[in-house]
């Protein structure tokens, strides 16, 4: 017994037999209760861990669309073959106006010469425009080109952010399940402590049974003998009917 209180008869008391003499009531009450709080406290443990959320899928970077510069590099090839075209034009206007003026022909019209110098003139204003526009046409080649050449650096850079993006979010990956298994094996160990203790507790329970009379009889004597480990023992005589005596001791 824990108290006194655990022994349900007195000396005098006549019992049936199987009736209880003794029950401690009060230990098997508390230990029933750590019990359902330790059962609890283990169906709440029990339930898996969840996972780390899915890593967010890193947007694809959209590829540069291919590019030859044909339209460019086919009026810069117009260009040239106009400013080649106008140069002959410009030395062929030349040489005549060079003959003329050599040749010394009284019969020759005093406003050739003249009209042949405003050809000429002419005809070097139109390789000055057709050298102006192959200029024109060279320079929207090389910004083409150079736009080209920052397009391909700004896709690098994005490409390179998305490489880290992808790393970044590998590590974050690795650590959340790092996190998780941790989580889990503390788990696995807390769960094997809970369920020492219900095994412990439950032998401590079976312990706590009733104690009962083996027969039908008068209680003689009552006395309690020592406390051993916070537990009072006790002997108890009973006369059963019939003339027989028995003792029992109740821990």
Known sequence: MSVPSDLLVKEGDRVEAGQVLADRVRDRDRIEARIERLQLQKQKMSVAIAGPPPTRPVPEVVG??????????????????????????????????DMLVSSENPSLPAATVPHEEAVLEQRQQELAQAEAELSVAEGQLQQAEAERQ?????????MRKRAIA??????????????QQAEERDRAFELAQLESQLQNLEAQLFTLSAIRSPYSGVIQRLKIQEQRDQNLIVELSLVADGGSGAAATDP
Do not use: K
């Not at 590998?170 to 996190?179: G, N, S, T, V």
């Open 64 to 97: 540069l669309p291919p590019t030859s510069f044909l339209d460019e590099l086919a009026a810069v090839e117009r260009q040239r073959r106009l400013v080649e075209a106008a140069e002959v034009e410009v030395a062929n206007q030349q040489r005549m106006l």
């Open 150 to 158: 920052y397009q391909e650096y700004q896709h690098s850079l994005e």
């Open 166 to 179: 992808l790393q970044q979010a590998e590590l974050q990956r690795q650590e959340e399940l790092q996190h």
